[in-house]
């Protein structure tokens, strides 16, 4: 039996590290360990068998266990996910998932909670993509040009006037992650500051 921390981001402006960390915050508390972590950035999009976790199910033995922050870093469709979990559930594996608390393994329960949520979670995303694309069409025929200034960008970054801390936290080796705990802002905002800096 193993324990493997699936994590996944879309773009590399996204970081691994906030999934990492919940993920190690979890299991810490239920006294278990990561035997292997599997770590990709590639949109969901993309063929299963163009991305990491399409090895990993080939891999699969008997009683593992996959623990993902959420089910929607598995897949984006309905047919997708289901296609995993049956994967998983056919080889007598499980897949648990922190923000929903599921521990799905092969029983039929787990399959209709499968279900019920790749349904939800698929139409929100489509339901939540109209809604922008409907903004969009109405800002643009207001006229108004979208996209965020230059200048508004280092405004935003707000951490020049803490620029020597942070160098000198991430010279002691704290995380970025961190960081963004320290600095009251989201770890992307770090991250972005760290690349202007040329760190």
């Given at each position: ?61 008997p ?5 993902a ?9 309905l047919?997708?996910?289901?296609r ?10 499980q897949v ?8 799905l ?13 790749g349904?939800s979670?698929e ?8 809604r ?5 069409d109405?800002?643009r ?6 996209g965020?200034?230059f ?24 995380s970025k992650?961190r ?21």
């Amino acid at each position: 039996m193993a324990v493997i921390g699936y994590i996944r981001v879309s773009s590399n402006k996204q970081t691994c590290e906030h999934q990492r960390h919940e993920i190690t915050q979890f299991v810490q508390h239920n006294n278990m360990q990561i035997d292997k972590w599997v770590e990709e950035t590639i949109s969901s999009r993309k063929p299963l068998q163009k991305r990491l976790l399409g090895q990993l199910l080939e891999s699969l033995e008997p009683n593992d266990i996959i623990i993902a922050c959420e089910i929607s870093r598995l897949g984006r469709s309905l047919l997708e996910v289901m296609r995993i979990l049956e994967n998983c559930l056919n080889k007598n594996c499980q897949v648990w998932t922190l923000k929903e608390n599921y521990r799905l393994g092969n029983d039929i329960q787990s399959k209709v909670m499968a279900f019920a949520f790749g349904l939800s979670a698929e139409i929100e995303r489509n339901l939540i993509s109209q809604r922008t694309k409907a903004s969009l069409d109405s800002i643009r025929a207001s006229g108004k040009r979208l996209g965020r200034p230059f200048s508004a960008q280092s405004k935003k970054l707000k951490l020049s006037k803490n620029t020597k801390q942070i160098k000198r936290l991430l010279d002691m080796g704290v995380s970025k992650y961190r960081i963004a705990k320290i600095m009251d802002v989201r770890i992307s905002t770090v991250t972005r500051f760290v690349q202007r800096m040329g760190w």
